[in-house]
């Protein structure tokens, strides 16, 4: 099975309101080409984090779902990770395993006649 390298949409700040419906279809138009299911957003020149950061992630990650894919963070500021965490937005930052997966290596033991969980 082959892995597809996946895109990456660099965004440098601050994105003025006007430009988020571009950035939009720059996602679901890198899922189209490269088939890789994933657009990496390098987010390390956006700017101070802010709503409008949060704004702009959230609608990345909501136009790639609706395309059938997700985005993936690169470098995002240990503030932004915490805002993005304090509301609630659990968007996937290069590097670490995706939080309903188990780490690679991670086998849980199940005793015989014990009923599934």
């Not at 992630?57 to 395309?67: D, F, I, K, Y």
């Amino acid at each position: 099975m082959n892995a597809v390298t996946p895109a990456v949409l660099v965004l440098s700040g601050p994105v003025a309101r006007d430009e988020v419906p571009g950035l939009c279809d720059d996602v679901r138009e890198l899922l189209a080409v490269t088939g890789a299911g994933v657009v990496v957003c390098d987010v390390a020149g956006l700017g101070p984090p802010g709503l409008a950061a949060v704004d702009l992630l959230a609608r990345l990650e909501l136009a790639a779902r609706r395309a059938g894919g997700r985005t993936r963070l690169r470098d995002p500021d240990p503030a932004l990770r915490s805002l993005l965490r304090f509301l609630g937005l659990g968007l996937q930052v290069e590097g670490e395993v995706e939080e309903r997966e188990p780490a690679l290596g991670v086998e849980e033991e199940v005793e015989p006649g014990q009923p599934a969980v």
